[in-house]
């Protein structure tokens, strides 16, 4: 699967997507487009955009795209380092066009972060 990383999403990511074929928004010279013009170009040459912007569903009319797209709840390396398995098995189970939020409220050094 060929995977576009938002520029919200910390780089070293990719580690846990070594399966897939991994870019990012900066990579690709596409830093500080809109989510509008960001959708339109990646659909063209990306199976599935990652992204932590919150408000993508929002703003956003997602209906007729093809591309998948999965929110993280926090761009917090730590946090998605901790939820590997589950942010792994998203992208495994995501279908085209679907769009899947995923909550990372998941405890990193014992501390939980919801608190």
């Known amino acids: 699967m060929k995977i576009l990383l938002d520029e919200c999403v910390p ?7 070594a399966n897939h074929l991994c870019t990012s928004v900066q990579a690709n010279g596409w830093s500080g487009i809109r989510n509008s ?3 339109q170009r990646a659909e063209a040459d990306f199976d599935l955009l990652i ?3 919150q408000n993508i569903l929002y703003q956003q009319n997602l209906a007729g795209h093809t591309i998948s797209i999965l929110e993280l709840s926090s761009n917090d ?3 998605i380092l901790a939820a590997a398995k589950l942010i792994q098995q998203a992208v495994d189970r995501i279908r085209p ?3 899947v939020s995923l909550d990372l409220a998941v405890e990193v050094s014992g501390e939980n972060q919801n608190e």
């Open 37 to 39: 013009e960001l959708l």
């Open 97 to 99: 066009g679907q769009f």
């Open 51 to 53: 992204t932590a912007d």
């Open 11 to 17: 780089w070293p990511m990719r580690s846990l997507l």
């Open 77 to 79: 390396l730590r946090r």
